[in-house]
């Protein structure tokens, strides 16, 4: 949620962080919307007056025995009572209006974010490791799956339809693997703490953590008006709801591995074969809530502990830097980390890391304080992929692939593998 008290002070600015996001003279549009707010405001608290003198004056007039003033008074009281409650009805729906019309509109990207339209125009920064050579024609995951007989798409699209995955045997060990893999190196080596939260939420943490109304769409929503988290950044930020945190406890940082369900509004034909975009998925997911002084320095941290994955698991990989047509709708800034998948081709997303600046923090009045003092303010929040566990499935399967169709298991998950070093099609 924006500033609507900074925007008035900053139209200039306000409207050139917009436009970089391709928006134009939304400052024009907001204070005016405020102003008509403000106004009435007034107007209500004029009523409200008249009815307390109108009141008081009704006692003087009894007092005094003067009934017909003290009938006509009561009179006016009676009118204001209904005037007042028009006037209130009319401020929550005036509030709601420039609420909402806050709630639309992204957050303003940081200075050093690069302008441009779409995924072209992001930057690389850091490029880690090279490209295997396998020494043969590479398949995609879903060849390598099936032909293992541990993926099944037929079956999986019968009880569900498109979009979903049965993962079996051995190459369901291995994501399991990969989910407690990372769940052990943040917790041990990164400070995370894990949580295991739930999988359902309501409007106001959906609200609070920028999903809705923008994205509600993207959602899918349970009978009892719930609604399935499109990840855990949504229950782990809104832990932090309505809380005035010691400044000197922050950062707080935690991890949960949990399933994901998104209904992919917009996607179709893309991504169609395989397990890359899916209606269900679990991701290994990072969230922050620190002081607004150490948000910047944290977004690199949770960028490097992502990063952390991907060099421990032996994968190529490439960060860049989302220019502002690319960026998420509540972030400030986001890194990309883009594994190389050698049955594709091409590089694909695999952690997106997003420092959100107050924007999640005003919707959800989050604050901190600092100890012996009386004011608060706001925190930052972050959240980052750390990683995505299909994905690090897919990439493992395409990179550690051989030319007969068995993958070999990257050292650093044969412990969770029961020592298996190689995954072979079952017998």
Excluded at 356 to 361: N, R
Aim: hydrophobic fraction near 40%; charged fraction near 30%.
């Amino acid at each position: 949620m924006l500033d609507i008290k900074w925007i008035r002070e900053n139209p200039t600015a306000f409207d050139a962080a917009m436009a970089k996001r391709g928006l134009e003279n939304e400052a024009g549009r907001l204070i005016a919307l405020d102003e008509a707010r403000r106004s009435h405001v007034g107007s209500v608290q004029a009523l409200q007056e008249r009815r307390n003198a109108a009141s008081k004056d009704i006692g003087k007039a009894m007092a005094s025995k003067d009934q017909a003033r003290a009938d006509a008074l009561k009179a006016e009281v009676a009118k204001l009572k209904d005037d007042l409650q028009a006037g209130e009805a009319k401020e929550r729906a005036l509030d709601e209006e420039l609420k909402h019309a806050l709630s639309v509109l992204p957050n303003m990207p940081l200075d050093e974010v690069p302008v441009g339209k779409d995924e072209s125009d992001n930057v690389e920064v850091r490029l880690v490791g090279e490209k295997p050579a396998l020494g043969f024609a590479p398949r995609e995951h879903f060849e390598l799956g099936e032909a293992l007989g541990m993926m099944d798409f037929e079956r999986a699209a019968k009880m569900s339809g498109s979009r979903f995955t049965i993962v079996s045997g051995k190459l369901a060990r291995l994501e399991r693997a990969l989910g407690q893999f990372m769940l052990d190196l943040h917790t041990a080596d990164h400070g995370y703490r894990e949580i295991n939260p739930p999988l359902l939420v309501n409007d106001a943490a959906a609200y609070g953590t920028d999903k809705l109304p923008k994205f509600g769409d993207d959602l899918f929503r349970t009978t009892d008006g719930r609604w399935l988290i499109p990840t855990a950044e949504v229950p782990l930020t809104y832990m932090a709801a309505g809380e005035i945190l010691a400044e000197e406890e922050l950062p707080l940082r935690y991890t949960a591995q949990t399933a994901c369900f998104r209904s992919e509004a917009g996607s179709a034909g893309r991504d169609t074969r395989g397990m890359l975009r899916q209606h269900q998925f679990t991701k290994v997911e990072l969230v922050s809530v620190t002081t607004p002084e150490t948000s910047l320095e944290e977004h690199e941290r949770m960028t490097a502990s992502a990063e952390q994955v991907l060099k421990l698991l032996g994968l190529h990989f490439r960060t860049v830097v989302l220019c502002t047509g690319d960026m998420g709708f509540g972030a400030q800034k986001t890194y990309d980390l883009e594994v190389w998948l050698p049955g594709q081709d091409a590089y694909r997303e695999i952690s997106s890391c997003s420092v959100c600046g107050d924007f999640q923090a005003r919707r959800m009045n989050a604050r901190c304080r600092k100890a012996g003092d009386k004011a608060t303010r706001f925190v930052h929040t972050l959240n980052g992929s750390g990683v995505a566990v299909g994905r690090a499935l897919i990439a493992v399967m395409e990179n550690y692939q051989n030319a007969d169709g068995s993958i070999t298991v990257p050292e650093v998950l044969r412990p969770y593998m029961g020592g298996l070093e190689t995954i072979n099609k079952s017998a």
